[in-house]
T-cell receptor
Framework: QKEVEQDPGPLSVPEGAIVSLNCTYS??????FMWYRQYSRKGPELLMY????GNKEDGRFTAQVDKSSKYISLFIRDSQPSDSATYLC?????????FGAGTRLAVHP | GAVVSQHPSWVICKSGTSVKIECRSL??????MFWYRQFPKQSLMLMAT?????????EQGVEKDKFLINHASLTLSTLTVTSAHPEDSSFYIC?????????????FGAGSRLTVL
């Protein structure tokens, strides 16, 4: 079993839709939970991070962490074509950062 | 915010030559930097952890003699791909976080695309 599981997609949604991206993990030692966005041929860009459980909101983006279920989510409201990218979840907790496989998102006009 | 600069962004080299990629933290000091490799449509694979002033820690299966890492200062780590071959062609990305943050909440460079002919 992989430490971090993420559905690679692709996920295709119409502009304006609410997008839900998810990851599950197996290691309870993880304390930091991150979401990165990666455009083609670019390095990952940190979108949001959360320490321990809870919700965090930043503009159209909301990150949720449920440590009891070992499940994290990223919600994108009012999705835009410019949101089309690969979204990677990442977790750390013992001086090592583990990435999910990434979900490819396409938002079409 | 934290900025990580990576250079070059794209390099083409002949088989058998060596290529050096630089990773700099521009506005913070980083005791530790991380090097990743990414193949098309795949996730990032951690290659090694670069430690300032000491030897790098390599992940299982990564040849340390082929991928030389030097972390000579708190703001610079370099990855040298020695005797490159076409199968080394990939996207190499470095990341770093402020000293004390460990592997938590890293900032990534823009990546370096290596093509070996």
């Amino acid at each position: 079993q992989k430490e971090v599981e993420q559905d690679p997609g692709p996920l295709s949604v119409p502009e304006g839709a609410i997008v839900s991206l998810n990851c599950t993990y197996s290691n309870s030692a993880f304390q930091y939970f991150m979401w990165y966005r990666q455009y083609s041929r670019k390095g990952p860009e940190l979108l949001m991070y959360t320490y321990s459980s809870g919700n965090k909101e930043d503009g159209r983006f909301t990150a949720q962490v449920d440590k009891s279920s070992k499940y994290i989510s990223l919600f994108i409201r009012d999705s835009q074509p410019s949101d089309s990218a690969t979204y990677l979840c990442a977790m750390s907790g013992y001086n090592k950062l583990i990435f999910g496989a990434g979900t490819r998102l396409a938002v079409h006009p | 915010g934290a900025v990580v600069s990576q250079h070059p962004s794209w390099v083409i080299c002949k088989s058998g030559t060596s290529v050096k990629i630089e990773c700099r933290s521009l506005d913070f000091q980083a005791t530790t930097m991380f090097w990743y490799r990414q193949f098309p449509k795949q996730s990032l694979m951690l290659m090694a952890t670069s430690n300032e002033g000491s030897k790098a820690t390599y992940e299982q299966g990564v040849e340390k003699d082929k991928f030389l890492i030097n972390h000579a200062s708190l703001t610079l780590s370099t990855l040298t791909v020695t005797s490159a071959h076409p199968e080394d062609s990939s996207f190499y990305i470095c990341s770093a976080g402020p000293t004390g943050a460990g592997a938590n909440v890293l900032t990534f460079g823009a990546g370096s695309r290596l093509t070996v002919l």
